[in-house]
């Protein structure tokens, strides 16, 4: 039937056993659909390249009202006279994967073939804990930059953080602040760019562009003379079982069922002090020494061959003192890594808890693990090697990640421009 659509004419027609349709007498193609189960739904039909196309404008009394849904009948006929399908531009929009969907898309076609263990199980984490919660029902084209925005500062503010219990004993800790909101920010924007190329967004249109990231200030923590005797100390009582982790209060507390407990002393995971030792005598990464396997160590020309570092293939040199920590580990013959975990088959995932144990009872306070890579490298610069030579010790790639140690390099050069302004002012009798 056709006859002006108005929301009286609309409301008149009785549904019956198939759909029925009433045709709007003014605007070509504009209808409404009545189901056997009363629904009411405006559409507009067309052709176009000699195809007939129907596009679902909405629910009537719902969604759009009569007139509301003429004037968009209208935008729709304007759009297909200038030569766009609102019906294939609806089917694409429809394809369109949610955040949640792209994240996943991602990690199996890009990050789980393109990335190393350790950073695909950081975007998988930053994924579950902060980008889904925030974002991940949201379409993919529909994500603007102050959608970026709004996760960045929710992500700084702690809104995702979260320290819950998971099984007996067991902690779950999500950590929240601006240095995580900015691999967030960088995870996005690289889904996003494969957004693009995977034709879910317009080329150019990354929403990450221009939400600004936080500013980071690197903290350069080294370990001082008295630090290091400190740390050599509690890494010794920890070996022999005598380590104090608070040695300002060793007293008794209660055990929950009964009895007394005391707060030492203790000793730690002997494969977790010596990765630490490791640590400290090589200037390597956390990742590269709980990843060490026997096959990567050369006792003889005192190499560790490094097969797939953050920075490609890498040879790290041993001192006497590394070969001897390396040579006083307990081998398991069941396990191909220097330092097993609780199965033989896989590498000591974790030294956080040993690490905090030996730091509280050597009276070190925020000291990083990363930190042992700093203080390898500043004992390095203060005792006269060259920049490029620390570089080559540590495996940069770039020299100027070198240079953030050439501060603590001009220590030796003081020394020698000292002595040599000495001299020449007793040469000359200048006051003091």
């Known amino acids: 039937m056709r006859e002006k659509i108005t929301k009286r004419t609309v409301e008149?027609?009785?549904?019956?056993?198939?759909?029925?349709?009433?045709?709007?007498?003014?605007?070509?193609?504009?209808?409404?659909?009545?189901?056997?189960?009363?629904?009411?739904?405006?559409?507009?039909?067309?052709?176009?390249?000699?195809?007939?196309?129907?596009?679902?404008?909405?629910?009537?009394g719902v969604e759009f009202t009569a007139e509301q849904a003429r004037n968009e009948a209208r935008r729709l006929r304007g759009l297909i006279a200038s030569g766009e399908n609102p019906a294939q531009v609806r089917s694409h929009e429809r394809s369109v994967p949610t955040i949640a969907a792209l994240g996943e898309r991602y990690l199996e076609e890009y990050a789980g073939l393109h990335k190393k263990p350790s950073a695909l199980a950081q975007d998988k984490r930053n994924l579950q804990n902060h980008i889904k919660p925030l974002i991940g029902a949201l379409k993919v084209s529909d994500v603007e930059r102050q959608d970026i925005s709004r996760v960045m500062r929710d992500i700084a503010a702690g809104k995702t953080a979260k320290d819950e219990k998971t099984k007996r004993q067991g902690r779950r800790i999500v950590r929240g602040g601006e240095i995580v909101a900015n691999r967030v920010h960088?995870?996005?924007?690289?889904?996003?760019?494969?957004?693009?190329?995977?034709?879910?967004?317009?080329?150019?249109?990354?929403?990450?562009?221009?939400?600004?990231?936080?500013?980071?200030?690197?903290?350069?923590?080294?370990?001082?003379?008295?630090?290091?005797?400190?740390?050599?100390?509690?890494?010794?009582?920890?070996?022999?079982?005598?380590?104090?982790?608070?040695?300002?209060?060793?007293?008794?507390?209660?055990?929950?069922?009964?009895?007394?407990?005391?707060?030492?002393?203790?000793?730690?995971?002997?494969?977790?002090v010596?990765?630490?030792?490791?640590?400290?005598?090589?200037?390597?990464?956390?990742?590269?020494?709980?990843?060490?396997?026997?096959?990567?160590?050369?006792?003889?020309?005192?190499?560790?061959?490094?097969?797939?570092?953050?920075?490609?293939?890498?040879?790290?040199?041993?001192?006497?003192?590394?070969?001897?920590?390396i040579g006083k580990i307990s081998?398991?013959?069941?396990?191909?890594?220097?330092?097993?975990?609780?199965?033989?088959?896989?590498?000591?995932?974790?030294?956080?808890?040993?690490?905090?144990?030996?730091?509280?009872?050597?009276?070190?306070?925020?000291?990083?693990?990363?930190?042992?890579?700093?203080?390898?490298?500043?004992?390095?610069?203060?005792?006269?090697?060259s920049l490029p030579m620390i570089g080559a010790l540590l495996g940069h790639s770039q020299p100027t990640t070198t240079a953030r140690y050439a501060h603590l390099a001009a220590s030796p050069l003081h020394q020698a421009v000292d002595e040599i302004g000495t001299k020449i002012s007793r040469a000359m009798n200048l006051p003091a």
């Open 12 to 60: 008149a027609i009785e549904p019956s056993v198939r759909d029925t349709f009433l045709w709007d007498s003014e605007i070509p193609g504009f209808g409404c659909k009545v189901t056997p189960k009363g629904g009411r739904i405006y559409l507009l039909q067309y052709s176009q390249g000699g195809r007939d196309h129907r596009v679902t404008i909405g629910r009537h």
């Open 186 to 272: 960088a995870l996005l924007s690289k889904m996003f760019q494969l957004a693009e190329d995977w034709k879910y967004r317009p080329v150019g249109s990354n929403p990450c562009r221009g939400a600004k990231r936080f500013a980071e200030h690197k903290v350069e923590r080294y370990l001082s003379v008295d630090e290091l005797a400190r740390l050599g100390r509690a890494l010794n009582a920890a070996k022999e079982g005598r380590l104090i982790v608070d040695p300002e209060a060793v007293k008794p507390t209660k055990r929950k069922r009964g009895g007394q407990k005391k707060l030492g002393p203790r000793s730690e995971n002997p494969y977790a």
């Open 274 to 325: 010596a990765a630490i030792e490791l640590l400290l005598l090589t200037g390597c990464r956390l990742g590269e020494v709980l990843n060490l396997r026997w096959s990567d160590v050369d006792i003889e020309r005192r190499f560790l061959l490094l097969p797939d570092s953050k920075t490609g293939a890498k040879t790290v040199y041993l001192s006497e003192a590394a070969i001897s920590t």
């Open 331 to 385: 081998r398991n013959p069941k396990s191909l890594y220097l330092f097993p975990g609780k199965s033989a088959e896989e590498p000591l995932r974790s030294i956080r808890v040993p690490w905090e144990h030996i730091c509280k009872a050597a009276r070190l306070e925020n000291l990083r693990l990363h930190d042992l890579r700093h203080s390898f490298a500043s004992v390095g610069a203060a005792s006269g090697l």
